[in-house]
């Protein structure tokens, strides 16, 4: 069965630089969440859209937006790294218009390192 | 706010034996959603089991299953012959009905050994 896909599975930047990271949800899957989960910790919930829209926001820095494109895509952009936002940032989605709805799967993630 | 506890940071069990996860949350909300998420060494998230708060029957998913007490707020995983390749890092998360974010615990360490 197909799953997420999120690329760049790997990614190195400097302090200061720019970093875009992109999802491709499951097909048929509308709404996509975006994950920070740093060193030993759990994963904390950035920002969630639906239908394009956004559909909820927790603890996602200013420097950082996403947004959610006509084909489902989504793409998370990263401005003035820190070092602090060196960390696995996954993507996961789920399908709106099933009984499961709420059900979140993830993708394999990406690896960022702000050195 | 919703609190998700795994009082358990690490536990081991041995190949072919049973173990119980345990898990417990804080919420004023009456519906809710329930999973349990396996992250392996590789750290993909692997969806386990999940449950639905209105639903009474626990949920199972073949070696897997959940003792969901809702009045105790009370959410524990049980794995039954425990394979090499249960070793994972185990999170329980909690979604509110109208919600889109999961809120996870600390997680617990799980090894399963020969």
């Known amino acids: 069965a197909a799953g997420v896909i999120q690329s760049p599975r790997h990614l190195i930047k400097e302090k200061r630089e720019t970093a875009t990271l992109k999802c491709y949800p499951i097909p048929r899957h509308d709404t996509v969440y975006w994950y920070q989960q740093g060193p030993g910790q759990d994963p904390q919930f950035l920002i969630s859209?639906?239908?394009?829209?956004?559909?909820d926001k927790g603890s996602i820095p200013d420097r950082f937006s996403a947004q959610q494109f006509s084909d489902y895509h989504s793409e998370l952009n990263m401005s003035s790294l820190e070092l602090g936002d060196s960390a696995l940032y996954f993507c996961?989605?789920?399908?709106?218009?099933?009984?499961?709805?709420?059900?979140?799967?993830f993708g394999p993630g990406t690896r960022l390192l702000v050195l | 706010a919703q609190t998700v506890t795994q009082s358990q940071p690490e536990m081991s069990v041995q190949e072919a034996e049973t173990v119980t996860l345990s898990c417990t949350y804080d919420t004023s909300e009456n519906n809710y959603y329930l999973f349990w998420y396996k992250q392996p060494p590789s750290r993909q998230m692997i969806l386990v089991i999940r449950?639905?708060?209105?639903?009474?029957q626990n949920a199972t998913e073949n070696r897997f299953s959940v003792n969901f007490q809702k009045a105790a707020k009370s959410f524990s995983l049980k794995i039954s012959d425990s394979q090499l390749g249960d070793t994972a890092m185990y999170f329980c998360a909690f979604m509110t009905y109208s919600g889109y974010a999961l809120n996870f615990g600390k997680g617990t360490s799980l090894l399963v050994t020969p």
């Open positions: 859209f639906y239908e394009k829209m956004q559909s």
């Open positions: 996961a989605s789920s399908p709106r218009t099933s009984g499961s709805w709420k059900t979140q799967y």
């Open positions: 449950q639905e708060a209105y639903k009474q």
